[in-house]
Antibody
Framework: EVQLLESGGGLVQPGGSLRLSCAAS????????MSWVRQAPGEGLAWVSS????????YYADSVKGRFTSSRDNSKNTLYLQMNSLRAEDTAVYYC????????????????WGQGTLVTVSS | QSVLTQPPSVSGAPGQRVTISCAGS?????????VHWYQQLPGTAPKLLIY???NRPSGVPDRFSGSKSGTSVSLAITGLQAEDEADYYC???????????FGGGTKLTVL
């Protein structure tokens, strides 16, 4: 059974930084692209970033480009999201999600999701 | 405002059939990109419901079905059950934004 467990969320001041982690199990982590999707309180889903299975390719939503960095450690079966220069509008539950392919493809979907970790940006 | 447009809410009585539409534009659904659907039960993470427009992952009841005709995409739920009460989201790719996009979500109420 695929399991994804996010951690690292919390309260941070505007302009601050936070690193989220997503520990994966139940599948061959190094064989699948992974993504981050967020959901602001009471709002819908928004794609944040995707990373290929090797980590060699990354993509970001315009709203986080230049501030967020996705990475992965396939030896530890762990996905990361480094978030810098945080803004109030980054407040959301952040989900890590597995995609069904090695590469990042335009037709990708998110076939397994973690339970999410809440990031609150406030002074 | 979401790139993909869904009705904010739909409702139906137990046993009835409901449909949820997802409208896009020439840079996403109209460009031929596949649409996928997710169910989010209250207080839980989203769950994949339909992928590649019409395909159900294993374990998803056949009461749920997806369709795509041209630029028209929809999710149908037949034999409504109380446990179907949830938020439903469509998702696709947008070539103008060069990223993956979601609809704003539709809240299904089982009367």
């Amino acid at each position: 059974e695929v399991q994804l467990l996010e951690s690292g969320g919390g309260l941070v001041q505007p302009g601050g930084s936070l690193r989220l982690s997503c520990a994966a199990s139940g599948f061959t982590f190094s064989s699948y692209a992974m993504s981050w999707v967020r959901q602001a309180p009471g709002e819908g889903l928004a794609w944040v970033s995707s990373i290929s299975s090797s980590g060699g390719s990354t993509y970001y939503a315009d709203s986080v480009k230049g501030r967020f960095t996705s990475s992965r450690d396939n030896s530890k079966n762990t996905l990361y999201l480094q978030m810098n220069s945080l803004r109030a509008e980054d407040t959301a539950v952040y989900y890590c999600a597995k995609t069904p392919t090695i590469a990042i493809l335009v037709g990708n979907w998110f076939d397994s999701w973690g339970q999410g970790t809440l990031v609150t940006v406030s002074s | 405002q979401s790139v993909l447009t869904q009705p904010p809410s739909v409702s139906g009585a137990p046993g009835q059939r409901v449909t949820i539409s997802c409208a896009g534009s020439s840079s996403n659904i109209g460009a031929g990109y596949d649409v996928h659907w997710y169910q989010q039960l209250p207080g839980t993470a989203p769950k994949l419901l339909i992928y590649g427009n019409i395909n159900r992952p294993s374990g998803v009841p056949d009461r749920f079905s997806g369709s795509k005709s041209g630029t028209s995409v929809s999710l149908a739920i037949t034999g409504l059950q109380a446990e179907d009460e949830a938020d439903y989201y469509c998702q696709s790719y947008d070539s103008r934004l060069t990223g993956w996009v979601f609809g704003g979500g539709t809240k299904l109420t089982v009367l």
